[in-house]
């Protein structure tokens, strides 16, 4: 009878530390996975910006000695990711394959111009500097007309703003529901040993020395359970990278080493700081209060 008690108790123990240990990895890995878009915040939003074309188109009188300088300064300037020329009858062929149809057979000759296409370094790509650019290609005589979308920049850097406001508010969300889930769990367990507690207490032993097993037990709990969440959070790197190659995730890996040492402390130090309040609760209640 006894050892069929036993195994039940020690089935209840182990399903007490696997409830803890899945609770700890799962809010890790969602703050994990919060942290490193917050950190990527930056680096997405560089992305999209770099996206953005200023189209500079050319009179059809332009030579194409010209051009190539124009297209060599641009080069060589601090603002510019990369340029690309597209001469007319390149415009005319995707034309055709946006249409379905060859427009030129309808009009009888081709109307497009000779244009390049200048790609921004994110930094550059604001509503002042691209104004200045544009003001500074359009002195060049050989050059008929600039164009970007400029309520597309108003919006995409309103929108950043925003947004990475927002995701540092949800992160703070997420921590402090994070701190409360891993507490209940961390709680719930040493609740289940409350009277073990009170009987040591009973005995002489001090509070520091009921406290220490369990908080060593916890911080074990906390390393595997932040292991287990970065496992999670190494997976969904490589899957983003493998998805989005042009964010280049994997490049800073000292950002990356930081998030996961921080969520690793981050991990043993909830842990830690819960089993302590949790056993000093039942440290302090009074034999009668047990049983409540």
């Known amino acids: 009878m006894s050892s069929s008690f036993e195994r039940y108790q020690r089935r209840r123990l182990i399903s007490s530390y696997f409830s803890v240990v899945i609770s700890i990895a799962l ?7 919060l942290g490193l878009l917050v950190l990527n915040t930056k680096k997405v939003a560089d992305y999209f910006k770099e996206q953005v074309a200023l189209s500079v188109f050319f009179h059809d009188t332009a030579k194409e000695t010209e051009i190539e300088e124009l297209k060599k300064s ?13 001469s ?11 249409l379905g149809e060859d427009f030129m057979d309808f009009l009888g000759y081709n109307p497009l111009q000779n244009s390049l296409d200048v790609y921004f370094n994110a930094d550059y790509v604001t509503e002042v500097q691209l104004a200045e650019i544009k003001r ?11 164009i970007y979308d400029k309520p597309l920049i108003a919006l995409l850097n309103d929108n950043i703003k925003k947004l990475s406001f927002w995701i540092l508010i949800i992160c703070g969300v997420f921590t402090f529901i994070a701190v409360l889930l891993i507490n209940s769990s961390i709680r719930l ?5 409350r009277f073990i507690i009170k009987t040591m207490q009973m005995v002489g032993a001090t509070k520091g020395f009921i406290r220490r097993p369990f908080i060593w037990k916890s911080i074990k709990l906390g390393i595997i359970g932040s292991i287990l969440s970065l496992i999670g959070m190494a997976v969904l790197l490589f899957y983003l990278n493998e998805s989005f190659p042009d964010l280049n995730i994997l490049k800073d890996k000292l950002l990356i ?7 690793f402390v981050l991990g043993i130090l909830i842990t830690w700081i819960s089993t302590f309040f949790a056993t000093q609760r039942f440290l302090n209640l009074k034999t009668d209060e047990l049983y409540y």
């Open 189 to 193: 367990s040493v609740y289940s040993k």
């Open 27 to 33: 809010v890790l890995f969602i703050l994990g996975g």
């Open 136 to 146: 500074d290609l359009l002195e060049n005589e050989f050059i008929d007309k600039v």
């Open 257 to 263: 080493g930081s998030a996961f040492i921080g969520i």
């Open 74 to 86: 641009l080069a060589l300037s601090d603002y510019t990711k990369s340029a690309k020329f597209i």
């Open 88 to 98: 007319k009858d390149e415009a005319a062929e995707l034309y055709k394959e946006d």
